[in-house]
């Protein structure tokens, strides 16, 4: 009898922009959506220096952090709207809600997230229904880094999109 035992493969996820909708007021977004991960580089400000003595050789090193780390995720979701009587997009607003844990279960504050939304971005046009199908996401600033390990997070990412005159149910 042999026994033959092969490591697994890592796994990585990939992010795949939501599909276009296809109904008006039919909101898509990605339903899974990886940050990638803030390295202990990113965070550390690495120093170099060079020692004039033994005393400042054996000193302990000092580290600095960088102020802010940011992650991009641009495309989040997409809407259809209507045009209106113009031809024009309505003004449309977008809003997150994000709450996001380390693999270790460390709890992110939202405090330590700024979150910069992105313009609404149109990428279709329909001159036959009078529609357009839009996207929009967000840019996420990780701050307060000396209290953030270096880790891959998940969470959740809620998204409330909004426009005047909406017959949306």
Known sequence: MALIALPQPQVLAQSVPPQD???ICKLTFTQERTIPELKTSEILVHAT???NNLQELLASPSFSYNSSITRQLPQLWKLKV???SSGNLPPITHSYNIQLK???GQTISNSKIQQELLPVAEISRDFNTK???????????FQNLSSIKSNTYSGTISVTVDYPGSNCP
């Not at 529609?131 to 600033?141: E, F, K, M, P, S």
């Open 82 to 84: 209507p045009l209106d």
């Open 21 to 23: 909708p296809t109904e």
């Open 131 to 141: 529609t357009a199908v839009v996207q929009g996401g967000v840019r996420l600033l």
């Open 102 to 104: 380390s693999s270790s």
């Open 49 to 51: 220096g060079t020692a």
